[in-house]
């Protein structure tokens, strides 16, 4: 188990890290290469991207509960979505 508590990396390459159960509370990551990283049973509750590239990203069974994007919330967004694929 490793807790990375209130850590912060700037410039680092993470390419192909993988995050399994680890704590990055508070913890601020900049500028930084994390193609194909993976990340599994992580809360990111709180966390806040800007300016970063999800291209060909994947989320998989993740509670969606008060996120946004641009603010607007994903699950309306889900919910939209599912509703012009049903009909």
Same mark, same amino acid.
């Given at each position: 188990?490793?807790?990375?508590?209130?850590?912060?990396?700037?410039? !680092?390459?993470?390419?192909?890290?993988?995050?399994?159960?680890?704590?990055?509370?508070?913890?601020?990551?900049?500028?930084?290469?994390?193609?194909?990283?993976?990340?599994?049973?992580?809360?990111? =509750?709180?966390?806040?991207?800007?300016?970063?590239?999800?291209?060909? !990203?994947?989320?998989?069974?993740?509670?969606?509960?008060?996120?946004?994007?641009?603010?607007?919330?994903?699950?309306?967004?889900? =919910? !939209?979505?599912?509703?012009?694929?049903?009909?």
């Amino acid at each position: 188990n490793l807790a990375m508590k209130h850590a912060s990396y700037q410039a !680092a390459d993470l390419h192909g890290a993988v995050f399994t159960d680890v704590n990055l509370y508070g913890s601020k990551i900049k500028h930084s290469g994390m193609q194909e990283a993976s990340f599994s049973n992580m809360n990111l =509750s709180g966390a806040s991207y800007q300016n970063c590239s999800l291209e060909s !990203a994947q989320f998989n069974n993740c509670d969606w509960e008060g996120a946004t994007i641009d603010g607007i919330p994903v699950k309306d967004m889900i =919910s !939209a979505y599912m509703e012009v694929q049903n009909s």
